[in-house]
């Protein structure tokens, strides 16, 4: 890529970006909250405004602007289900536009990587924090100690979809191979559907509620130890404050304050300490269950689909393709955290996904021809 080339690049990306924070911002109930959106989409103008005026300068055309692919479907999740579900993608693609920009080895690339590294880890603390909004100096101060918590929705829906259509297209195929009544490689789908369903949501009620215990576990401790040692909790929540941006006295007093509502500690060192949200406690473990089940047998039915209405080698043929447009729809769906193209991601979750059921459908015929005699 020539040196002109990748301004327009850049330029691209930040105006996507710039649009991204602006619907964010539309979107997010939270006035402060809303206005940092606004703040960073202003950042991002301001650097597409740079690389446009390179352009200019280079006698260049300056492209017409439409958001790209990503940037649509982020804004569209973004709206519909709230900003939260879509911050861990666009942190994601904030780092990965400051690796982009270090590597372009420019002087005002420089500032522009450490703007995006910044954004990432502003994104993060919100993610973790989430519904708080931002208090006094903390996030202006950002220095990234806290921990990670929680996951990410969005990759986990794209991933348990991935789970069942690539899981049950194999063992269709594989059922398939060994030439069996199309009513009985029918039955195998569902049922494989069915198990494989089952087994994802009980795995992630179990990993959901283990985590509830435990941390209802460590709020008994944290409480225990509110009562027992009251001076020693305030000195901790003050050194968090501290690490957070605020001076010692600051810090000192804003725990004080706080400690002398035995709930209000808890739930504040819950947060602040432990990184755990009293009232959520890492979410429902039911609502994980049926999440996780219904996710895992949308992608499953895909492949199951054609064996409802037709038979035979068609059936076969028309569950590859269904299932092939499920796949890249799944690769499509990936870049939208990883910020790689399209065609690339898709074609290579479909060239993946098509390699698992051709070995199973070659070892279903193998086993079909052996058993058949």
């Known amino acids: 890529m020539n040196e002109t080339d990748q301004w327009v690049t850049n330029l691209r990306r930040e105006l996507n970006g710039a649009a991204l924070y602006r619907a964010l911002a539309d979107a997010e109930p939270n006035p402060n909250l809303a206005e940092v959106y606004r703040r960073l989409s202003t950042i991002e103008r301001r650097h597409a405004e740079t690389w446009a ?57 420089v500032s522009m990587a450490a703007d995006e590294q910044s954004h990432a880890r502003l994104l993060r603390h919100i993610t973790q924090f989430p ?36 899981s049950n297209l194999s063992l269709v195929m594989g059922v398939a191979g ?21 087994s994802m949501a009980l795995g992630e009620w179990l990993s959901v509620q283990s985590s509830r215990e435990l941390y209802q576990h460590q709020i008994r401790i944290e409480k225990a130890e509110i009562a027992t040692a009251p001076e020693e909790e305030l000195v901790e929540l003050a050194l968090i404050y501290q690490a957070r941006g605020l001076d010692e006295a600051q810090a000192r007093r804003l725990a004080a304050q706080i400690m002398e509502d035995e709930t209000s500690a808890l739930e504040t060192l819950a947060r602040e300490e432990l990184g755990i949200d009293p009232k959520a406690l890492g979410g429902s ?8 089940f219904l996710l895992f047998a949308l992608g499953a039915i895909v492949p199951v689909i054609p064996f409802l209405f037709v038979a035979g080698m068609t059936a076969v043929v028309i569950s590859l393709l269904g299932s092939a ?9 990936i870049t939208l955290f990883t910020a790689r193209s399209v065609a690339v991601s898709g074609t290579r979750q ?17 086993i079909g021809v052996s058993i058949g005699g």
């Open 325 to 333: 447009v499920g796949l890249f729809a799944i690769g499509a769906g």
């Open 131 to 166: 519904g708080r909004g931002l208090e006094g100096g903390a996030v202006a101060q950002l220095e990234g100690r806290h921990r990670a918590t929680g996951g990410n929705a969005l990759r986990a829906a794209v991933l348990g979809a991935n789970d069942g259509l690539v």
């Open 350 to 366: 479909v060239a993946f996904g098509l390699t698992a059921a051709t070995i199973t459908y070659a070892i279903g015929r193998l």
């Open 285 to 292: 473990a039911w609502e994980a269950a049926t999440t996780s």
């Open 53 to 109: 005026e390179r352009l200019r300068q280079a006698k260049v055309h300056l492209p017409e602007f439409r958001p790209s692919w990503r940037t649509k479907m982020l804004i569209w999740l973004a709206r519909g289900f709230g900003a939260s579900l879509v911050l861990p993608s666009i942190a994601s693609l904030e780092q990965v536009d400051s690796h982009d920009y270090v590597q372009q080895a420019d002087d005002r690339t």
């Open 178 to 198: 060994a030439e069996l009544p199309g009513p009985t490689i029918l039955i195998s789908g569902l049922a494989g559907l069915l198990a494989g369903a089952f």
